[in-house]
Structure formats: C-alpha cells, structure tokens
T-cell receptor, first 117, second 117 residues
Framework: GAVVSQHPSRVICKSGTSVKIECRSLDFQATTMFWYRQFPKQSLMLMATSNEGSKATYEQGVEKDKFLINHASLTLSTLTVTSAHPEDSSFYIC?????????????FGPGTRLLVL | AQKITQTQPGMFVQEKEAVTLDCTYDTSDPSYGLFWYKQPSSGEMIFLIYQGSYDQQNATEGRYSLNFQKARKSANLVISASQLGDSAMYFCAMREGYAGNNRKLIWGLGTSLAVNP
C-alpha cells in the first residue's frame, strides 16, 4: 500500500515552455500533497503544500505564479512550471500524506528530472 | 540553528555488518514525530521507519531499528546485516507538533552510506 506515482519521470524542454508534472496517490486518499525540489547532493527543499480543493501554501521565496499547483481531487496534484528557464532545471519530487495513518507518513513519488535547454 | 542534524556526510560499512546513522533534533514541542527515508541513486524517497515522541519502545522494521534517546534528542537509525542494496542517501526528518494541520517535515542534510562487498 501507500504507492505514489509521478509523471513524467524525465522531461527535456526548451526555454520558455511550460511543463506539467502529475502526482497521484494510487491506493489511498490524500487531502494533502507536498512538492519538493532537490539539487544534486542536497536535501529536499519544500516548495509548497498542496491541499485538495483549496489554494496551495507556498514556502517563502517560491514564486506562486511560476510554479502553479492544482489539487483537484483526493488522488491528484499537479505542478506546472510556467515559462521554464535553465535555472529551473532540477529534480522535482512530490509526496502524499496518508491521512488515515496517525503518524501522517509522507509517501513519495519517484520524482521528475527536468532539464530546460 | 538546525533542527535536524546529521553529522555524518558519508559512511562506509562492510557487507553483513551493522551500521548506525546519527540524527539529532531540536524542538521545544512535546509532541513530534521522527522519520527516516532512504534515497537510492534512482532518486525515489523510500520511507523506512517512524518514531513518535510518546512511543515507549524503539521502533523496528525488519533490519531497521531506531535508537530513540529522548533526553539526548537523538534518533539514530541502525541497519543490521548490511546489504549492497543499502548503499544510498539516508535522510532523517521531523514533524513538530501534533499530527494534522498539514504540518511539514523538517529535513536533515542526509548521510551517504556505501556498503562494501
């Protein structure tokens, strides 16, 4: 149980295009999902908390107009990197909180490697 | 001040031996949760083990156990009988406060573990 999928796993795009990343909880419902960014050899950096049916909560320094988050259902959250630039190249990984477990473990998707040329 | 400290950037262990990965934390909240995740080179974050601040016993999950010393604010991960597949980055994380209200995780910088044949 507690499987999270993320698509695509890898994407290469031209500068100026938008890229959408999907995060799905496959066997549980998740009212809350989290979006992280990770640079090589570094820890996870939380970008935003995605709440089903409401606006996402962004961390300080993360541009909400640049990184659009939509959490339209209990099993799906999407992150859209708008007008991507080379500095947006990174590893993006989502997690979903299993609301039925007391400890509220976050289960992670396999991540998306974004390369902007 | 860092709230989660992993003092070992890199560790080596011989196959079949046990290894301890250190994690200390800082919080004034009496209620919190501690998590360990494994990140192989593929990038996925794999949940390993959880310890709640009020748990009376140290958590165990197969070859993983958590040496929880509340007074010292440490939550070290012990991996017994190391296997080559254990080579990965290991992250310690903390959730402060009671579960709920979309509490985010605070992450350590990670420890890179290499298992030698």
């Amino acid at each position: 149980g507690a499987v999270v999928s993320q698509h695509p796993s890898r994407v290469i795009c031209k500068s100026g295009t938008s890229v959408k990343i999907e995060c799905r909880s496959l066997d549980f419902q998740a009212t809350t999902m989290f979006w992280y960014r990770q640079f090589p050899k570094q820890s996870l950096m939380l970008m935003a908390t995605s709440n089903e049916g409401s606006k996402a909560t962004y961390e300080q320094g993360v541009e909400k107009d640049k990184f659009l988050i939509n959490h339209a259902s209990l099993t799906l959250s999407t992150l859209t990197v708008t007008s991507a630039h080379p500095e947006d190249s990174s590893f993006y990984i989502c997690s979903a909180r299993d609301q039925d477990r007391v400890q509220e473990t976050q289960y992670f998707g396999p991540g998306t490697r974004l390369l902007v040329l | 001040a860092q709230k989660i400290t992993q003092t070992q950037p890199g560790m080596f262990v011989q196959e079949k031996e046990a290894v301890t990965l250190d994690c200390t934390y800082d919080t004034s909240d009496p209620s919190y949760g501690l998590f360990w995740y494994k990140q192989p080179s593929s990038g996925e974050m794999i949940f390993l083990i959880y310890q709640g601040s009020y748990d009376q016993q140290n958590a165990t999950e197969g070859r993983y156990s958590l040496n929880f010393q509340k007074a010292r604010k440490s939550a070290n991960l012990v991996i017994s009988a190391s296997q080559l597949g254990d080579s990965a980055m290991y992250f310690c994380a903390m959730r402060e406060g009671y579960a709920g209200n979309n509490r985010k995780l605070i992450w350590g910088l990670g420890t890179s573990l290499a298992v030698n044949p």
